[in-house]
């Protein structure tokens, strides 16, 4: 009976901790600062802390998030980021930000995901055409149209997009629930890796002739993050 027991709280400990570690770490002490320096740091989920005690407010703060950007480029978007990259502070709190700014009449945040968070948007001014693909074997598309002060999530992991539907330029703000949520914009990944996936393997996937891959493996593919 105490084996089955002990069976019983392994399955159940094995479960929690499926769940415990779906995101970032929890963090083990208030707060530890990333820094590049690895002589006196120690590594912590994937960037070495500093000292606490040599810790500033500069570790814990990123300005101009009010500030649009220049939205001219292929897709007519531009994402700024503010993660630990940005905000060292941020290192095992598992929480990031980004400002999105799309040009008029289709700017667009290309269907991309992010493998290490979900994203919750924020519209601040203009008119969001938004969505996400569910995964196999539904695929199902859900969409919605974004005013400002409207929110809408996008689940961990599922290809998404933002598209600007307005006559003038719109921005938002997402929040992610990671440190370091990480981005892969599809199109870029597929068509313009390096080295290059082969055309044929494209070709048969997309079921699509291999002259049309060829042209699309040649295409200069913007990143707008």
Request: aromatic share 12%; glycine share 8%; charged share 15%.
């Amino acid at each position: 009976m105490k084996r089955v027991h002990f069976l019983a709280t392994f399955v159940f400990l094995a479960f929690a901790a499926s769940f415990a570690f779906a995101s970032d770490p929890s963090p083990l002490q208030d707060f530890c600062v990333a820094i590049n320096d690895t002589k006196d740091g120690v590594f912590v989920n994937g960037k070495f802390c500093k000292d606490p005690k040599l810790a500033t407010e500069n570790d814990f703060f990123f300005p101009g998030l009010n500030i649009a950007r220049n939205t001219s480029n292929p897709v007519g978007s531009v994402v700024t980021p503010a993660n630990v990259a940005q905000i060292p502070g941020l290192n095992t709190l598992g929480i990031s930000l980004v400002r999105i700014d799309y040009a008029p009449y289709g700017g667009l945040n290309p269907p991309h995901t992010h493998p290490r968070a979900t994203e919750i948007l924020t519209v601040l001014e203009g008119t969001l055409y938004v969505g996400f693909v569910t995964s196999n074997p539904d695929n199902r598309l859900i969409t919605k149209v974004l005013n400002p002060g409207d929110v809408f999530v996008f689940p961990v992991g599922l290809i998404h997009f933002q598209f600007n539907v307005g006559k003038t330029k719109a921005s938002a703000i997402g929040a992610l629930s990671s440190q370091n949520p990480g981005v892969i914009t599809i199109a870029n990944a597929v068509f313009g890796s390096t080295p290059p996936i082969r055309s044929d393997v494209l070709a048969k996937a997309f079921q699509v002739d291999k002259n049309i891959v060829d042209y699309l493996q040649k295409q200069f593919w913007y990143d707008n993050n």
